[in-house]
Structure formats: C-alpha cells, structure tokens
C-alpha cells in the first residue's frame, strides 16, 4: 500500500482532485482517509484550509456528477458486471440501489456519508432515472457538509495528537490513517443508524 501521507505531501491539492474525484465516480480508492490526511497537513500548515476545503468539495462534486452520467449512459447491466470486478456482491448492490431509489435526493445526500453505498451512489442514482437537476443538488449539498467533515477529522486528530505523533517520526502515517479510518466509520455508521431509525420511526 502506498505511503498516503507522503503521496499528498508531495502533490498536494493535485493528490486531493484525483483520489476524490475517483472515489466519488465509483472506484475503490480511499478517498476519507486522503481528506483526513489534508485535514492533518492544514494543521500541520502543509496545506492551506479554504483551498482545501473548495478542492475538495470541487472533486467530490464533479466525481459523483461524472459517477451519474456513466450509470445513466451505460445503465445498470455495466454496473453490475464492473461491482462484480470490484467485490461487490449483487444483494449489496441491490441494498444500496434500494437506499438511493427509496430516499430519492435524500439518499443521494446521505449516501455520502455511508462507505459502500457513497462509491455506487452516483452511477446508481443515474442508472434508475432520479433526475438530473435534484441529484446535482443533493450531490453539491452533499460534498458541502462532507468534505469539512472528513477535513475537520483530520484537523482535531493533529491539532490533539500532533505533537505525539511528530515524536515518533514515521509511525505517525501509520497511526494517523487507523485512528482516521476507524474514527470516519464508526461516525458515519453511526449517522446511518441514526437515519434509518427515524426513518422507521416515521
């Protein structure tokens, strides 16, 4: 697994785009954690916060938006067989197209915030028909309050664990990625629940 830590290091707001945008068009590729990551060098004051936060809300948005336009054009069989490369059984793929068909714009808004329905979300929504004009406004809404987020992770793990972690040299990418992963997941998850509770509840 590449050194993530050095790969932002070293191309910075570029590194950002390109993860971010790939994440969000349906690729596996740890897009969070590359947030988390900027978040920590804003701290760090390797990476100036407002071009930051407008790369990335920029790249999530232009990702989900291309994630849409692929599932609408190439329809749900292409997505199917491209899951099934990537390990995603067809009862998840399933699951996630019922989260995003059911909830429409609102499942589009909060698909961002659940791993494993966030990388399908977009060509999912597109390949069952919702509507250009609302998904782009769920989509933008979306990456509005998402990228602060995972940014933000980023910025409290290194403004609490910064001096800690400099001490201990090179370990500090190791335990800034676990601490950053597990702390994203157990968040969203939580988000999830929460929402699928009402949402019951109602």
Not at 111 to 118: E, I, N, W, Y
Not at 151 to 164: D, I, K, M, R, T
Request: glycine fraction near 14%; aromatic fraction near 8%.
């Amino acid at each position: 697994m590449p050194d993530l830590s050095e790969l932002v290091q070293h191309w910075g707001y570029v590194a950002i785009f390109v993860v971010v945008v790939l994440g969000n068009v349906g690729l596996p590729v740890p897009e969070e954690t590359v947030l988390a990551l900027a978040g920590y060098l804003v701290r760090e004051g390797v990476l100036r916060l407002p071009l930051t936060l407008a790369v990335g809300v920029v790249s999530a948005a232009v990702g989900d938006n291309v994630g849409y336009w692929i599932g609408r054009r190439l329809g749900r069989p292409t997505i199917e067989r491209y899951g099934a490369c990537v390990g995603i059984t067809p009862p998840r793929m399933e699951r996630i197209e019922g989260f995003v068909t059911r909830y429409g714009t609102l499942g589009v808004f909060a698909a961002r915030f659940v791993p494993g329905v966030r990388v399908l979300g977009g060509p999912l929504a597109g390949a069952g028909g919702l509507p250009a004009l609302p998904f782009v406004v769920a989509n933008v809404l979306g990456a509005l309050v998402y990228v602060p987020y995972a940014v933000g992770v980023g910025y409290a793990l290194a403004w609490g664990l910064g001096p800690w972690l400099r001490r201990i040299g090179k370990v500090e990418h190791v335990a800034l990625l676990v601490v950053a992963v597990v702390v994203i997941v157990a968040l969203v998850r939580h988000g999830a629940r929460t929402i699928k509770r009402r949402r019951s509840a109602g």
